[in-house]
């Protein structure tokens, strides 16, 4: 069996760590051989791969990023995009492939299934917002990083007498703000799923002023004012249509300072919650995906994801993933809202 490897959508910490488990379980157990699509979907649309077997995987675990490199390449707006990653995988001998990815990947690796490609998932997003797992790799180790800036937000912030506002990723689930604002004992923290009042927020950081305090706010990109629309710097869109995130957090700065007649400033920690070394929880979680996803290409279980129940890891439809996103329930949220102010 030849069985290809491809990650997809914005990378993110432990993605080394399934490639290397897919592949160290495949060659030694399985006896399979591989081959590594670079780039995403550009890889079997191209024909682009590279060598991967047990030498390549050697030291990787600890390691952010993707060896195989990673794209938004969507072929669903390439004309006749399946049937030439049909081709290059016919050409190529690859009888399988394991598609590790977020929303936009699964999804593709959803249409391919329909169209007879053999594929296995792995959900991959530090956002945390795909459905059928209780968690994706990634996600422990954003709000690790969210929360350390927090942690140091609050000692500068009480030094100057500032609203520091911390802008997270999380373009529609508010997870990472969620989180890391717990953690870090944020004041304010405003996701996607709820829209939030300015009038409400200038009350919160006047009472934590009062306090003798600093406010901090966390903020997911994603979040949007009740009576306005998302605020971002850049709306130019990405191959599978979404519009570049990211100015929430500045804009939120102004308007409050325009209320409250206090100094805020804003940090917007974009990539760096994506970059660097995973933590222990991610590569434990990532190695086992990447061992269970090669277990299902054994067993033929072909348009399934490897997924996170509990402890334990299963198998669900592809299409189960990928259909609706997974955001933050309302009642997670209120349980935040009785630190806010
Ligand atoms: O992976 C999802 C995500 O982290 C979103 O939260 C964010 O909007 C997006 O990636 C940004 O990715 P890029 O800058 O690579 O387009």
């Not at 675990?61 to 390439?78: C, D, E, F, M, V």
């Not at 598609?99 to 997003?125: N, Q, S, W, Y």
């Not at 717990?182 to 009042?197: H, K, Q, T």
């Not at 940090?267 to 269970?292: C, S």
Request: glycine residues 14%; charged residues 25%.
């Amino acid at each position: 069996m030849r069985v290809g490897v491809l990650t997809g959508g914005g990378d993110c910490p432990g993605l080394n760590a399934v490639i290397r488990a897919v592949v160290r379980r495949g060659v030694t157990e399985y006896g399979y051989e591989f081959v590594g699509f670079r780039d995403g979907w550009r890889g079997p649309l191209e024909g682009l791969t590279v060598e991967l077997g047990i030498p390549q995987v050697r030291g990787i675990l600890p390691r952010g990023g993707t060896i195989l490199g990673s794209s938004r390449t969507n072929p669903a707006k390439i004309d006749g995009g399946f049937a030439r990653i049909e081709e290059n995988l016919k050409a190529l001998g690859v009888d399988a492939l394991v598609a590790i990815g977020g929303e936009d990947t699964l999804g593709v690796a959803t249409a391919l299934h329909d169209h007879g490609v053999h594929v296995v998932g792995v959900p991959k997003t530090i956002d945390n917002d795909l459905n059928a797992t209780d968690y994706t790799f990634g996600f422990d180790t954003a709000v690790t990083i969210a929360t350390e800036a927090i942690d140091r937000l609050h000692t500068t912030a009480e030094s100057h007498h500032r609203i520091l506002i911390c802008e997270v990723m999380g373009r529609h689930a508010g997870w990472i703000a969620l989180h890391s604002g717990m953690a870090g004992g944020a004041n304010v923290i405003l996701i996607p799923e709820v829209r939030f009042s300015l009038d409400e927020i200038a009350a919160w950081v006047e009472s934590r002023f009062r306090a003798t305090y600093a406010p901090i706010i966390v903020i997911a990109e994603g979040a949007m004012p009740v009576d306005g629309d998302l605020i971002t710097k850049d709306a130019t869109l990405d191959a599978f249509g979404h519009v570049k995130l990211s100015g929430i957090g500045e804009w939120l700065a102004k308007q409050l300072e325009q209320r409250t007649g206090k100094e805020a400033r804003t940090t917007v920690l974009g990539h760096i919650q994506r970059g660097g070394t995973p933590t222990a929880f991610d590569r434990v979680l990532a190695t086992r995906f990447g061992l269970n996803a090669i277990t299902a290409v054994k067993d033929g279980d072909w348009g399934k994801m490897v997924a996170l129940r509990g402890t334990d890891i299963v198998r669900v439809p592809l299409r189960d993933a990928t259909g609706e996103l997974k955001t933050v329930p309302i009642a997670r949220y209120e349980e935040a809202r009785s630190f806010f102010g």
